[in-house]
Structures are given as structure tokens and as C-alpha cells.
């Protein structure tokens, strides 16, 4: 585009434009405001961060406070079961919900107008808490690292967006796999998941989030340290000002200059940034699929 087209395009501009970009800005800003406010609290010294005033940039540079944060070892282990979790859970969850995806697109599927409004119902209806635990629990599920994994296999609503996806694709490609005298199974991994890839992608990023942040099943389904999240260790921090008061006088034994500014509200914030940076770093890998698979994934009417 010429610059005289692009100063034409601004001359056009519509009050309802500028109304809408001021409005759009202003949303972004009001997401966005908080993540950077924790950024900056976090890299603060925390005596000087209790004076306030530290809206929009560090006063006082420090590292000491991610220092806090990682000398204890559990962060550490919350980690790497956290991101065993969303890899395992997502490769699982993925290759569930779109196998049955792919059944369901089928028209020579048995049964299938049963099969479609009993997965509906699972959308809307649950057994309840208590049901579900005794369940977790009658299963030998209870604190261990598959009731992180097998509950979260498969997904209604994932499979509605993935099958409608799945319907768009090209049928006499499957006929003529068929006539090739390839089987389901192949043409299935060989065909049907390389065409699906955008809402694959984007899938497995809801999913990716939803396992990272989930903290509710690492508290009411194990037990064991081992297998805290770090979503359950950010909870810890944050409702428990031991926990965090904690943190820094651990910290402060080791980094002895830096024990006067510890405090546990930049301990808190400095693990808010550190649970949400990981995906926060995902996400743009992953954002060219997200708007193609959700409106190409979406139920056509």
C-alpha cells in the first residue's frame, strides 16, 4: 500500500473508528495493567515497594525476591509435575477427543444417534463432588499423577469444535484412501490429523492452559507434596502469609544483604509472574492457529 493510500484510508476514517480504537485500547490496557503491576512489584526491593508509588517502573531494582522463590525447592518439583501434566494431558487429551471426533463424522457409525446426545448430557450434568471423589478414590486414582491425566482424557466441547472441523474436510479424500485399501487407522493418523492442525492447535492451547492453571484437582485429589501443581504452590503463597513470610526468611539466611528487603508481598508477586510466564511464552507459537481453527471448528448453522 502507497503512502497516499494509507493517508486516503486515515482520511476516511469513520468517528465510530476512531471511538472503537480508543475503546479497543483502553480494554487492552485494562487487561494488561495487571500483569505488568506484578512484573514490576516483583522486580522492587520489598521495603521500598511498602513506601508505594511503584505503578509503572521499578524504583529499586532487585533479583532477590525470584531468589526467594527458587531457593525453595518445592517450586522446583511443582514445576516439573506441572509441566508433565499439560504435556501428557494434552498428547492424551488430543489424540481421545479426536478419535471420537472422527467416529462421530462417520456415517456408518453404529449407534451414533445415541452416541451424540449421551455425550451432550455430560455437558450440562455432573454426579456431583462427592460422587466424583468416591469415584477418584474407588479407582486407585487418589494421589497420583494419572488423576491428572485419565479424568481429563477426553472433552464434550472439545470434541463439538473438533468434529465440526472434521466435517468440512473433503470426503472423497477418505474414499479414495479407502479405495487405496487404507483402513480407518490410517487414514485417520495419516490424513485426518495433518488436515486438522489449525484446531488441533488450538485445542491443544485451551488445554494447555487449562491443565497449567488448574489447582482445584492437586488440592481436593493428592495429598503428597510430590505431586503439588505450581498453580496449588501460587495458592499457598497467596492465602498463606507464612508460606510467603517463609519464603523470604529462607532467602534472607542465604542472601544475608538482601534480608532487610524481603517482604512477602513481593514474594507473592514474584511467583504470580512465575507460574503465568510460562504460557504467557506459548502462546504466540501458537496464535496463528487459534482464530482459523475456532472459525473453521465452528458449529455451522
Given at each position: ?124 450434568f455432573s454426579g456431583g463432588l462427592i460422587p466424583y471423589f468416591l469415584l477418584i478414590v474407588n479407582l486407585n486414582l487418589y494421589d497420583s499423577f494419572w488423576v491428572y491425566i485419565i479424568p481429563t482424557m477426553f472433552s464434550a466441547y472439545n470434541m463439538i469444535i473438533i468434529q465440526s472441523f472434521m466435517r468440512e474436510l473433503p470426503n ?130
Amino acid at each position: 500500500m502507497t503512502h497516499s493510500a494509507k493517508s486516503s484510508k486515515l482520511n476516511h476514517s469513520t468517528p465510530f473508528d476512531w471511538i472503537n480504537c480508543a475503546v479497543m485500547l483502553l480494554l487492552s490496557f485494562i487487561m494488561l495493567y495487571p500483569l505488568w503491576y506484578c512484573a514490576v512489584g516483583s522486580f522492587n526491593e520489598g521495603a521500598d515497594y511498602l513506601r508505594g508509588g511503584v505503578f509503572l517502573w521499578p524504583r529499586k531494582w532487585t533479583l532477590a525476591n525470584y531468589n526467594a522463590v527458587f531457593l525453595d525447592k518445592s517450586i522446583l518439583n511443582a514445576f516439573g509435575v506441572t509441566i508433565a501434566k499439560c504435556v501428557v494431558g494434552t498428547v492424551t487429551s488430543l489424540l481421545c477427543t479426536s478419535m471420537v471426533a472422527y467416529a462421530i463424522t462417520r456415517p456408518h457409525l453404529k449407534l451414533k444417534k445415541f452416541y451424540i446426545p449421551f455425550i451432550m448430557l455430560t455437558m450440562f450434568f455432573s454426579g456431583g463432588l462427592i460422587p466424583y471423589f468416591l469415584l477418584i478414590v474407588n479407582l486407585n486414582l487418589y494421589d497420583s499423577f494419572w488423576v491428572y491425566i485419565i479424568p481429563t482424557m477426553f472433552s464434550a466441547y472439545n470434541m463439538i469444535i473438533i468434529q465440526s472441523f472434521m466435517r468440512e474436510l473433503p470426503n472423497e479424500l477418505i474414499e479414495s484412501a479407502k479405495i487405496d485399501g487404507a483402513n480407518e487407522y490410517r487414514i485417520f493418523f495419516q490424513m485426518i490429523l495433518p488436515l486438522s492442525k489449525p484446531v488441533l492447535a488450538t485445542i491443544a492451547l485451551f488445554t494447555i492452559v487449562n491443565h497449567w492453571n488448574s489447582y482445584f484437582d492437586s488440592m481436593m485429589y493428592t495429598s503428597s507434596q510430590g505431586l503439588q501443581t505450581i498453580q496449588l504452590f501460587l495458592k499457598k503463597v497467596i492465602t498463606d502469609p507464612a508460606m510467603a513470610k517463609g519464603l523470604g526468611s529462607a532467602a534472607a539466611v542465604s542472601i544475608p544483604e538482601k534480608a532487610m528487603t524481603l517482604t512477602p508481598q513481593v514474594v507473592k508477586l514474584a511467583t504470580m509472574v512465575i507460574t503465568a510466564l510460562p504460557v504467557i511464552c506459548v502462546y504466540p507459537f501458537l496464535q496463528r492457529y487459534f482464530v482459523k481453527g475456532v472459525t473453521m471448528g465452528a458449529v455451522k448453522g
